[in-house]
């Protein structure tokens, strides 16, 4: 025991970064990003039903590539995460939970590797794999891509152990980097290209023989030999082929790896020289692509300041004392480089190049161990930025992610399905991209149900849209004015159709679950801007929104709203109801960007009498109101401002009356159209 705890204490620089890059990847995996992209949740919804069900939702069994919404997606992931998926049950966490974990085993093969070459630069490939932006991001989310690299990763570690002695290692190595052809297409490209370079580097160093050469060539034909059979019958073929279990589809449309490759698009000499310039940004410039998910503007997917490292690094890979992890890591960069430039460029789609000019760069770092200052300083700015980095992400950021990746859109439809009674159709609004797909995430049904159910008008399209399955229907159309319909999901651009007389709310984020009053027994009465008579000190009463942003929501107290009503600063506004009205429940305060505020008093007056005063508050608090009306037939929301009115943006949030007078007891629990 005490010889595993010296161990461990030599090993501590290296401990402690594992430890760090585990968290930095694992934790919090369905709240960071929060919601759920249509990628992960089309991977997730047809690997659950292929294990469970044996096809996916096209009816394809056990497909080599899935056709997903039409124009394909990659089938390794869906594979890889059924065991998840079989323990721990179709979640955003367990989708995850493969991205997470091939980027733990990423760091261990990368750190591996690293040590292999020199005993120092073990810590230094750790030190920079396990700050690097692009990393962190890619694993922790599920999409499909983001597997590719470390794919190639292990084909490495296996083919940097190649010798004649070891018979296994170039067959095993051959045969998981041509499984890379199932990870991600442009790989179709690479994975025979560094084929062919590694082979050339072990040539040269007599690191097989003629047997074990011939094996592996042999073992990579035969696992590529589906994937070709694929290619093939999308090229030639008039229809799916099925070889036992197996299916090999043929695509109802183009496919999509046909419109990323540049020389097969339209004006593809151009468009590759534009999209080299993409490539060199993306790279050594810190330039990001837009998605949220791949990088954080300003950040990019690597360190602007690590560039003299990596040429450094790139500059002893080429030299005569370079080893054979370099020349294949040198390879690997160049293939990639050349891919990348004949790809139409995100950071995900040219993902095979990060890891070898992270390489590079921690050989740069490598290089500058004889200068023990020199190296802490720099591997303590190297900390310092994934610290900065990490604030910003774990932090606002993940807001921004998560707004991309519709969060509140899954729990809206599983709130939905929980509360509509069983068959009752529920309409789902079509502002995310592809809703169908969380539909089916949410609802999991039966594939071959699905697909006797799903109305897809045009089935040749690239993306298939899908106008409705089962019970879903989806865009909201002209549902809510049929007095037939009761549920919906909705944005909250599309809440103000919902009349709070008549329809009752449940908030998630950014979108709602909407359900239709019983009219007979409504006891309630949501306070709507029509309703409403009176003034205020500067612009207009605004519905679903602060002053001057109808529409766009709430965020108070650090907590998302999507009803209420917005005024500013000195401001009167009455309802007269002709029925008594016997209490109120809301939630008031001033906007979170209302800094400058110096504070609002919100008063409640009946019948002209004042029945609820808050007191002043400031930015950033957040009040319960629920008092009791006493069969009033006036209520006065009234706002004052404090010594001055500048950025007094303040809000009542969801106000519901009641008038019976069985709820003249209010509780004074917090308003339940929040979450």
């Given at each position: 025991m005490n010889r595993w705890v010296q161990r461990l204490w030599r090993q501590r620089t290296v401990v402690a970064l594992l430890a760090a890059g585990m968290a930095l990847r694992l934790l919090w995996l369905g709240d960071v990003p929060g919601g759920l992209n249509q990628d992960e949740a089309s991977i997730g919804y047809d690997a659950w039903a292929i294990l469970h069900h044996g096809i996916d939702r096209n009816g394809h069994s056990w497909p080599v590539h899935l056709v997903a919404?039409?124009?394909?997606?990659?089938?390794?992931?869906?594979?890889?995460?059924?065991?998840?998926?079989?323990?721990?049950?179709?979640?955003?966490?367990?989708?995850?939970?493969?991205?997470?974990?091939?980027?733990?085993?990423?760091?261990?093969?990368?750190?591996?590797?690293?040590?292999?070459?020199?005993?120092?630069?073990?810590?230094?490939?750790?030190?920079?794999?396990?700050?690097?932006?692009?990393?962190?991001?890619?694993?922790?989310?599920?999409?499909?891509?983001?597997?590719?690299?470390?794919?190639?990763?292990?084909?490495?570690?296996?083919?940097?152990?190649?010798?004649?002695?070891?018979?296994?290692?170039?067959?095993?190595?051959?045969?998981?980097l041509t499984l890379a052809v199932y990870a991600y297409g442009p790989a179709y490209?690479?994975?025979?290209?560094?084929?062919?370079?590694?082979?050339?580097?072990?040539?040269?160093?007599?690191?097989?023989?003629?047997?074990?050469?011939?094996?592996?060539?042999?073992?990579?034909?035969?696992?590529?030999?589906?994937?070709?059979?694929?290619?093939?019958?999308?090229?030639?073929?008039?229809?799916?082929?099925?070889?036992?279990?197996?299916?090999?589809?043929?695509?109802?449309?183009?496919?999509?790896?046909?419109?990323?490759?540049?020389?097969?698009?339209?004006?593809?000499?151009?468009?590759?020289?534009?999209?080299?310039?993409?490539?060199?940004?993306?790279?050594?410039?810190?330039?990001?692509?837009?998605?949220?998910?791949?990088?954080?503007?300003?950040?990019?997917?690597?360190?602007?300041?690590?560039?003299?490292?990596?040429?450094?690094?790139?500059?002893?890979?080429?030299?005569r004392q370079a080893g054979r992890i370099d020349r294949l890591f040198l390879v690997w960069l160049l293939c990639a480089g050349l891919t990348a430039v004949v790809t139409e460029a995100n950071i995900n789609r040219i993902n095979l190049v990060w890891l070898p000019l992270l390489w590079m760069s921690a050989r740069g770092f490598w290089c500058l161990t004889e200068h023990p200052r020199l190296v802490r300083a720099a591997a303590g700015l190297l900390l310092l930025s994934c610290l900065l980095f990490s604030v910003r992400l774990f932090g606002d950021w993940n807001r921004v992610m998560s707004s991309a990746f519709f969060a509140g859109f899954r729990e809206s439809i599983e709130e939905a399905l929980a509360r509509a009674p069983a068959g009752a159709a529920i309409a789902v609004t079509d502002e995310p991209n592809m809703p169908y797909i969380t539909a089916l995430f949410v609802s999991r049904p039966d594939p071959a149900s699905y697909i006797r159910s799903a109305d897809i008008p045009a089935r040749d399209a690239p993306f298939q849209q899908v106008r409705g399955f089962g019970r879903f229907v989806f865009g909201l159309g002209d549902t809510p004015e049929k007095p037939d319909w009761r549920y919906w999901v909705a944005h909250r651009s599309e809440l103000a159709r919902f009349n709070p007389a008549d329809f009752a709310l449940s908030a998630h984020g950014e979108y709602a679950f909407v359900e239709r009053r019983n009219s007979q027994t409504a006891c309630e009465l949501g306070v709507a801007a029509q309703r409403l008579s009176g003034q205020q000190d500067w612009g207009v009463l605004s519905e679903d929104g602060p002053v001057g942003e109808p529409g766009a929501g709430f965020s108070v107290g650090g907590r998302r709203f999507l009803r209420g009503l917005g005024v500013h600063g000195d401001s009167r506004w009455l309802i007269r109801s002709p029925r008594p009205m016997y209490a109120i429940r809301a939630q008031a305060g001033i906007s979170d960007d209302s800094a400058c505020s110096d504070g609002m008093h919100f008063v409640l007056e009946a019948d002209g009498r004042a029945v609820f005063d808050s007191g002043q508050i400031r930015s950033g608090s957040l009040i319960d109101v629920s008092v009791a009306l006493a069969g009033a037939t006036e209520l006065a929301f009234v706002t004052l401002a404090g010594p001055g009115n500048a950025c007094d943006h303040g809000n009542w949030l969801a106000p519901v009356i009641s008038l019976c007078a069985r709820d003249a007891q209010m509780r004074s629990a917090g308003n339940p159209e929040t979450r």
């Open positions: 919404w039409g124009s394909g997606q990659n089938a390794l992931y869906a594979y890889l995460a059924m065991p998840f998926l079989a323990f721990f049950g179709l979640t955003v966490s367990s989708l995850r939970m493969l991205a997470g974990a091939l980027g733990v085993m990423a760091l261990l093969l990368f750190y591996d590797l690293g040590r292999r070459a020199d005993r120092e630069m073990g810590w230094c490939a750790l030190l920079l794999l396990v700050t690097s932006p692009w990393h962190i991001l890619a694993s922790r989310w599920a999409l499909e891509s983001n597997i590719l690299p470390v794919v190639v990763l292990a084909a490495v570690c296996l083919l940097a152990r190649s010798t004649p002695s070891r018979t296994a290692c170039l067959p095993a190595g051959c045969v998981v490209l690479f994975a025979p290209l560094f084929l062919a370079g590694s082979l050339w580097v072990l040539w040269r160093e007599r690191a097989f023989t003629a047997g074990q050469f011939g094996v592996s060539l042999l073992c990579a034909g035969l696992v590529a030999l589906p994937m070709l059979g694929f290619l093939l019958n999308n090229a030639l073929g008039s229809g799916d082929l099925q070889v036992g279990p197996f299916s090999l589809p043929k695509y109802p449309g183009p496919a999509r790896y046909g419109s990323i490759f540049l020389p097969f698009a339209e004006g593809g000499l151009a468009r590759t020289l534009d999209n080299a310039r993409t490539v060199l940004a993306l790279m050594f410039a810190g330039a990001d692509d837009g998605m949220p998910a791949n990088a954080i503007p300003g950040w990019g997917a690597h360190y602007v300041w690590l560039l003299p490292f990596g040429c450094w690094g790139l500059i002893h890979a080429a030299s």
